[in-house]
């Protein structure tokens, strides 16, 4: 995204522009950006030629799937609806992984039908119901065992997951007990060793850490993992400041790890690839004067982006048109939705703004339009992909009829 004479341009395309076309709250990517961070992951990471599996949980819309998996990409899905749309996205089978703490019977049974890569279970219940359903189908069922690290993956508390008060993964020792008793089963195939310690990363650290785990762990198993999945969670720089993930060093540390132990990794990237592929352009609706703050009230919401609310995530503003009148006031960007929580970022400083101006919210492209609600009877958004010099509609804006 760059300013030409002072208008906010994405992949040559005037986003005011869009916003008049499309209509606003509205969802735009850059096929360019996905295209770009998938590049950078396969570059950074080339001597060790992982499997990525993108999770599918960060943005499930067909088309960018449909994207994905032509860049050859295989996917993570936890839950059979995320496996479904996978496979009709052109997905391999043999290229999805099974996460989650909570797959129900009906969704194993269905993940063995299809014969996945792997099912990344999660606990000794699982590991039994998955062994119980194998045996019934006269099946052998390739199973991963998620390790809780207890590594403390130093980003938002609500998107930590590798630490042992999480609900993810298993301890050590229950672990051990686990892969012990998957090597004696006749219907369990234990080809992998699975963590994910959370999301947001931004430094090499947490992943040095769980790494060293993985590794005494793997020893201590005593077992051939043919794959050593280790999860997603790369982080991204909302904040524009170049605070970012080294990748480099994060692939030294795996180069290390892989010289003593001889098997495939396993990666699961989400916000890595997609979220810094769309910007949410929106209209001011009203400017609302306060004593202490002027409330620059939004069309788009916290059922569009509620990453805000949810977990005081940072989304950066920005004007589509730039002038140099700074205005003293404070400003509170916020949503029409009747809850305080329904706000995106305060400023100081900022350009004067009026009624009717389209903003864009930077960065949406995770945890964005999959986490979108219909609160307050609001319909989702529309969503739309930059491909070149071409636009494609990837989701109509739901129409209020569908909602009664
Ligand atoms: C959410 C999740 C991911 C993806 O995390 P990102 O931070 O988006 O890369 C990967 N693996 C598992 C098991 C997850 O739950």
Redesign the pocket.
Known sequence: MIYKKNKLILDGFDVVYLGKKYKTPLYCYSLKKIKDNIQKLKTNFKKINPLICY?V??NANLSILKEIKNNNLGA?V?SIGELIRAIKAGIKPKKIVF??VGKTSAEIEYAITKNILLI?AESKSEILEIERIAKLKNKIVNIGI?LNPNTDAKTLSQ?S?GKKENK?GIDQKVFLQLVNYSKRSKYLNLKCL?V?I????LSHKPYQDMLRVVEKVVKRSDHKFEYVDL?????INYDNNNNKLDLKKYSKKIEEFLKKNDCKIIF??????V?NSAILITKIIYIKEGTKKDFIILDAAMNDLIRPALYGAYHRIIPTKKTKKITNKIYEFVGPICESTDTFTTVKKYQKLNEKDFLVICDVG??GTSLASNYNLRPKPIEILIKGSKIQIIKKRQKISELM
């Open positions: 999770a949980k960060a993570d936890v996460s989650g990344n998620r998107i997951t993810f699975s994910h959370g999301s947001q990363i999860g997603g969670g790369m982080g699961e990237p989400g916000r890595s690839i979220g995770a945890y």
